[in-house]
C-alpha cells in the first residue's frame, strides 16, 4: 500500500502542514490501495504567498519561455503516459479507452496551449486607445475526480498562457493520479512557484482558497451546490470566477433519425465515463411514434456494452468511483421505479459476477415525464430517461424545461432541421449526428450550469482583464499644453 505525503510549494515536495488522513480504494474490487495525507489552510496560504511570489517575475515573462515551459510540461506527461494510464484506471476505475484518451488530452493541452499564445492578441487597439491583456495575478483552480489530469491540465496551461501563476486544489479521491501527475510537471524544469498543488478537502483548502485576498480568479469545475458556495464567497473580494458545473444534458432524435446508428451513440453519450460526466446526455427525446423501435435497439446497445474490469480493453462501463457514488445511483434508480418510470434495462444492485466493486447495471427508463427527479436532477451514472414528444416544438420545449444548460445533442437526417433545432438548445455546446471531441471550441455552461467558459480564446480571455492606455502616443509637450 502507498503512502502518499507530500505536496508541490514553490518547486518542492513537502510534507503538509495538515494532519488528516484518508484511504483511497481501488473502485473496481474496494481494496485499500494507498492512504493521503491531506493539506490544509495553512497548506493552501504557504502555496499561494509561492504563487503570489512567482507572478512578478512571471507575469513578464515573454511568449518564448512560456511556451518553452508548456513545451516541456508537455514532453514529461508524454514521457510517463503509460504510467499515468495505469494510475488512473486503478485509483478510479475509468476504462482503459477512457483513461488513454484523458492522458493523451491532458498533454495535448500543453501544445493547443502554445498554440493559442502564439495566436493570441495582448495588445489591441480600441480608438485611441491601446489595451493591454493583462494576467489577473494567482489563480485557484479547483479540479474535480472524474477526469483528474485533464482538469488540471487545461486549466493549469491556461493560466500560464495568460502568465498567471496558480494553486492547483485537486480532489482528495485522486491524490494518486495528482502525485504522480506533479511529479511529470516537477521533472519539466518551471521556476518555483509557477504552480503549486495542494491535495486537500473543499472545507479546508477549497474554502481558503475562496475567501484568501491574494487569490484573483478561481476556476472550479464540479458540482452546481459546491459552485454556488463557491461565487458567494468569492464575490467578497471580487474575484473572478468561471464555473463549469452540473448538467441534464438532452439528447433529441428527429423523426428521420437512423436509428441503427443514433441509438448506439445515444447509450454511449449517457454512459461514457461511467455515467460519471457533467455533459452525458441523460435525457433520450424521441418521437412518441418510435419508441417501440428505440426501446429495442436500446435493449440492444445496453448488452453489447461490457460492464466489468476497467483495465480490460473492450470494457465499455467500469465500476463508480466509490460507495458513497454507488449509493447515490442506486437511490435514484429506486426513485425512478417509485416515481411510475418504467424499468427498461437494469434496475438495483451489482450486474451479476461482480459484486466485488463499484459497479452497477446500466439502466435505462422509459416513460418518463419531465417532472420526475430521474428527469431533472443530476444522477452522475450510467442512467439514462427516455421521453417523447409529438411535435418537434415539444422536443424542444422538452429539452429546455432544465435548470441545466450545459451540452445538448441532436440526430437527424436532414441536417438543415437538425442545424435549426440545435439553434434553439439553449445549451453552451450542442453535438449533431454524433460524439465530438472539438478542445478549440468554447466549454461551459447556461442557466445553472455554470459561469463563463474554458478551452481555445473564450477560455482564455477569462484569465485576463483589459487595461486601456490613453494618451501612449501624445508628445509630452502635448500633453502640457493641454
Avoid at 486544489?169 to 511529479?183: D, H, R, V, W
Amino acid at each position: 500500500m502507498r503512502h502518499i505525503n507530500e505536496i508541490y510549494i514553490n518547486g518542492q515536495f513537502v510534507q503538509p502542514h495538515g494532519t488528516g488522513v484518508m484511504q483511497l480504494i481501488n473502485p473496481a474490487n474496494k481494496t485499500v490501495i494507498a492512504d493521503v495525507r491531506l493539506a490544509d489552510e495553512e497548506d493552501a496560504r504557504r502555496a499561494i504567498a509561492a504563487a503570489k511570489a512567482a507572478y512578478k517575475s512571471f507575469s513578464r515573462s515573454s511568449k518564448e519561455e512560456r511556451i518553452g515551459y508548456l513545451q516541456a510540461m508537455h514532453d514529461a506527461i508524454q514521457r510517463r503516459s503509460q504510467e499515468l494510464i495505469e494510475v488512473m484506471i486503478t485509483e478510479y476505475g475509468g476504462t482503459r479507452r477512457m483513461c488513454t484518451g484523458t492522458v493523451a488530452r491532458s498533454a495535448n493541452s500543453f501544445l493547443l496551449a502554445i498554440e493559442l499564445l502564439k495566436s493570441f492578441d495582448f495588445v489591441r487597439q480600441a480608438g485611441t486607445a491601446r489595451v493591454t491583456m493583462e494576467p489577473l495575478g494567482v489563480v485557484g483552480l479547483i479540479t474535480p475526480w472524474n477526469a483528474n489530469y485533464g482538469f488540471i491540465c487545461s486549466k493549469l496551461s491556461t493560466a500560464l498562457v495568460a502568465g498567471s501563476t496558480a494553486v492547483i486544489k485537486p480532489s482528495e479521491l485522486s491524490a494518486m493520479q495528482t502525485n504522480l501527475l506533479t511529479q511529470c510537471l516537477h521533472e519539466a524544469g518551471l521556476p518555483p512557484g509557477i504552480f503549486n498543488i495542494v491535495t486537500g478537502r473543499g472545507d479546508t483548502v477549497g474554502a481558503e482558497i475562496t475567501r484568501h485576498p491574494d487569490i484573483a480568479k478561481i476556476s472550479f469545475t464540479g458540482s452546481t451546490v459546491v459552485g454556488k458556495q463557491i461565487a458567494r464567497g468569492a464575490v467578497d473580494t471580487m474575484k473572478r470566477v468561471t464555473l463549469e458545473l452540473g448538467g441534464k444534458s438532452p439528447n433529441i432524435l428527429l423523426d428521420d433519425a437512423d436509428l441503427a446508428t443514433a441509438i448506439p451513440q445515444a447509450v454511449m453519450a449517457a454512459a461514457f465515463n461511467n455515467g460519471q460526466a457533467c455533459l452525458a446526455a441523460t435525457r433520450l427525446i424521441v418521437p412518441e411514434q418510435r419508441l417501440e423501435e428505440v426501446k429495442v435497439l436500446v435493449k440492444q446497445a445496453v448488452a453489447a456494452m461490457k460492464v466489468g474490469d476497467p483495465g480490460d480493453e473492450d470494457t465499455a462501463i467500469g465500476p463508480l468511483v466509490t460507495q458513497k457514488q454507488y449509493e447515490r445511483v442506486q437511490s435514484y434508480i429506486r426513485l425512478g421505479v417509485e416515481e411510475g418510470a418504467e424499468l427498461l434495462v437494469g434496475g438495483e444492485g451489482h450486474p451479476q459476477g461482480l459484486e466485488q466493486g463499484y459497479f452497477v447495471k446500466p439502466t435505462v427508463f422509459v416513460n418518463v415525464t419531465n417532472d420526475m427527479r430521474i428527469a431533472r436532477e443530476e444522477i452522475f451514472g450510467p442512467v439514462l430517461s427516455i421521453l417523447t414528444y409529438r411535435t418537434e416544438e415539444e422536443a424542444i420545449d422538452i429539452a429546455n424545461d432544465t435548470v441545466y444548460g450545459l451540452h445538448g445533442y441532436v440526430s437527424g437526417a436532414d441536417l438543415e432541421r437538425a442545424n435549426r433545432v440545435a439553434s434553439q438548445i439553449v445549451a453552451g455546446r450542442v453535438f449533431i449526428n454524433g460524439l465530438y471531441d472539438e478542445p478549440r471550441a468554447p466549454f461551459g455552461g447556461f442557466k445553472q450550469s455554470g459561469i463563463g467558459r474554458e478551452f481555445g480564446p473564450y477560455g482564455l480571455e477569462a484569465y485576463v482583464e483589459p487595461k486601456a492606455i490613453i494618451g501612449y502616443d501624445v508628445p509630452v509637450h502635448e500633453n502640457a499644453q493641454r
